[in-house]
């Protein structure tokens, strides 16, 4: 496949040009030639790589959601969803069903953090999505501190969870609020340094960079393997799924921070932590599984999405088999047994650098 | 762990226990019959905390497992039954008090046995009977503000409170 | 006792939590490979099968009824109401109607049942629309009757403890078997009454003489092989007269 | 954050039925605990005044829908025990049988609930998976699934059907299987025992004091239980083992009742062996003496349970009282929650299996 800009490039080329032969037949000259200079046909290929970004972002996050459905109806000896082909058209149903619920706000609630939490949190995670490179061609964004990019606004779901569990006025969603802001202390810094590690051995922030070093050399699960293993449990912390799910303790906390919301607000936070986990997933894939390489018979892309699944695979695996932590022992977990791992993992990649064996 | 089946050494039988009952309360509580794992007694209201105190203290009874109440509107009488049950000697003693239906009084023996606390406030609760010395004698099961106690048997079933 | 038993040891945690996924990985394994299905019923589309003497709603045969009012007295709930029917052969009875809203299927009316006339049927969707229509009038109470719907009951008298009997079927009636009424003779007025409700036809009214006035007095006898205990002439008898005797 | 109360109920994840935990909290620690109870209330006590006696027997299954069969068992124990007869010899061990086979299925039904309340939907569902085994058997015995309406005063309903110690056999060998597979979920979980042990403790003493029975005594180390120290039906003929642990937490009871399930399919092995042929069903009387008290006690799967009953001559009881151990076991929640964080309340009230039906009455 081409470029995703140039080939989108030719399809806005296209599109404008039939507008502007719109115009021509309407002898509306000027206009027409408006339409097919490269100013608007940048403006349209910018909208239309974005659009496509995220449709296939969000395909792959609802195809996320389908395949813990059923994966975790497999691992409880049941059978997961039914409606439609193999349970496909779930998630399609689901979100009909949140789309056309009544928009219920509570009387108490402060109205415009109540709103702006489930905007920031979906805003953040669409943002993320753009971020990702699924391949060589396939890049939205290809930044030099995209690593650190990816973070930074990761970390600002917290900030969501605490301002609508704050805002909603509910002594449930207040201390889920204030759960995420105990949590996101306690993951942090030990998912930073193992990304750290990732980051001396490539010697770049840039995705892209890290796997093509990665084709070149090899996989860096292999050399930083406690790095990857103590990523996946932080990760799994930081999209707040069991067992690390604080912030919505059903058991306790009824649905934690997210409470009050109902219809469609609350579909949006359902579908923004899946989109959280499919980015998550894509760090894991990008940093320590080769990224998009692999055997050259079918699309990178296709490889990339299909090691997002097997990483996926394995966090449902882990919450089928777990029960929920506590704050205390997140906290201590955290602190006391990541962050070591996290330092040694760091120490790991700083020798193998010095002595220049990658 | 060792395991001890039936009556543990050195307990008492529920022969020896009404006989101490009957030696330490000459007057107040009779022992009516005596079964297999069982003592059954009766008790004066003034006497029911002394006995109490008695086989907490020196039987080793450390479990109530039950208080209830009956009315007798025919006989005019209240009663409250407690089955009063030890560990030790694998044994239960039922103690059946009698009130006065006009003035249900009796003393709690919750500061004795926690567990009793419930069954009292249960007791309070639907056939009014007032517990002295209770910590917190309030409607449990009914809810708060509720005028009738339902379990009399002068209550009008069938109709709404 | 014998020997105490060593109490069981409780399985330490190995390798932080290797074996929880384990054990979870190999259910993933067994349940997804082609014939091992999950164990969840589409529920719809399969259906599990159903024992014998599954108690689903609760029966009616009309041609063994005979109106007695046993399963009126015995329900818990007081579902069960007998109403007057019009029969092709049989004129107006009275049959049973049954308000399913309220059955809790406890099977005592096809338990206690003299005739098996009231049967456990195999139905469980029994969801309707409206509460009216949970109310089974006779005619839509009725079911298929097939051997093993009935209830069957064996007991023993106390008397026969330690005798060596299984049990006599109750349904059968073997005479002895049940309670049957007693007569008070002072306070009965020849009345006939007995005799006019007994749904069983076990009391015939029998000429003991004649009183002062020449009328005759008559006393009910009871035919042990044809009652079935219902005590509709206990409850009917305007003196109470009647009792019934238990057996023993 | 200054002290504030949380209602935890009366619709709530954590409250397995109605009831309403009120718990006071300083940040996330539980300063005080208040349960109330009540919404269930259906006054059952006063409405076996007005029913005969085997009616009862159905509404006696109705105190707890996970356990129906000890229940109704009970009342027709102490019903026995007014009326002065003893049932025959086959019924007590087809009584043996199918109560320990409710044990298991209320032990299950709780390890489900407690899977729930830490957060594990696979501890959910695969004791309900081995839990319909039981009621399969139930349903083969009886004809019903929940509210078995099995026992009757003076024996069972009816006999044991054909093939039904193969059918008990093949479950059980399959049962014990699979509570290995628990024991590797919860045992073996570390996370699991983080969030259970040392948490709700519960000394010996205030167990004793505070009237706790059941699996929840003998998880704070209290060797007793009634089976074996007051014993009724074939259970004084039956070898066993009266589980008990010391750790006076949650994870001591969810030991106990693991336990107890492992006992009691050795119980109801020993009981298919040595079940005597004879008769199964003893005709009751109509009446009770009039001003007669009778009571009983047996173990309930949740703890002790008690009727007392009072007969009145004809064929309803004067009054009958029950004691739900549950009821009991709530009062003293408040020992057990308190200085623990509210992330603890599911482990703590999960580990006492909680049954609103027979607590409200």
Redesign the interface.
Known sequence: MADLYTFIMGIATWLMGLIGGLFDWLTLHGVGDWFRSPGPIAFVTVFLVALVVFIVGFLVSITLIWEERK?????????GT?VGVLGLFQNFADGLKAFIKEIIIPTEVDVWAYNAAPIILIGASALLMGLIPMSDSWTLANINGGLLLVFAIFSVAPLAILVGGWASNN??T??GG?RAAAQLISYEVPLLLSLAGVVILVGSFNLGDIVHFQEANTWLIIPQFIGFMVFMVAAIAEVER??F??PE??????EGWMTEYGGMRFGLILLSEYIRGFVACSIAVLLFLGGWSGPSFIWPEIWFIVKIFIVFFVWI??R??????????ILSLGWTRLMPLALINLAIAIGLRMFGVI | MEQRSGLAPGGLSPEDIAAKIKEKFPSGVTVTSVAPHRVFAKADRGALLQLCNFIKDSLNFEHVSCVGGVDWPAENKMQTVYHITSYANCATLEVVVDLPRDKPEVDSITPLWGGANWHERETYDMFGIVFLGHPKLERILNPEGTEVFPFRKDFVTGRRV | MAEPKKSRKSPKPKLI?AR??A???R??FR??RGLN????V?YPWERLVIPDGYRGRPALVMDKCIGCHICEKICPTGCIELIEVELPNKGKVERPQVNLGRCMICGYCAEYCPKNAMIMAPEYELAAYSRQDLIYDPFKLQYEDRPGLAVDIFEIKPSEIGMGSKGKSIKTAPPGMRDVPALEDKKCISCSKCEKVCPAEAVTMIEVGKNEKGRPIKRPKFDEALCVACEQCVDNCPKDALSMKEVK | ?AE?W?N?GPQ???THGLWNLRVKIDG?TITEAEPVVGYLHRGWEKLTEHRMYPQIIPMADRLCYGASMSWSHLYCLTAEKLMDIECPERAKYIRTIVLEAQRIGSHLMWLAAL????????????PM?ERELFLDLMQNLCGARMTYNYPRIGGVRNDVPANFERDFTRVLNHFEKKLKDYEA?CDE?T??R??TEGVGMLTPEDAKNLGVTGPNLRGSGVDYDIRRDDPYDAYPDIDFNVCTRDGCDAFSRYRVRIDEMYESCDIIRQAIKKMPEGPHRLKPPRNAPKGKSAWAHVEDPRGEGLMYIIGNGDDKPYRLKVRSPIFVTVSASPVMLKGY??????SIM?SVDMCLGETDR
């Open positions: 994966v975790l109806g497999r691992l409880m000896d049941r059978r039914q002594k449930y207040i201390m204030m069991i067992p799910d604080l303790a059903e058991a306790e906390l009824v695996w882990v089928g088999a777990l029960v929920r932590v506590t704050t205390k022992q | 939590m929880p996924m054990v979870v990985g259910e993933t349940t997804s299905r999950p164990v969840t589409l | 954050m504030m949380i935890m709530h994840p954590m996330e899977g729930t309340d830490l957060g594990s939907y696979t501890i959910f569902l695969y998976r979920l979980s996370i699991f983080m969030r964080k509210v992330a603890d309340v599911p999960g």
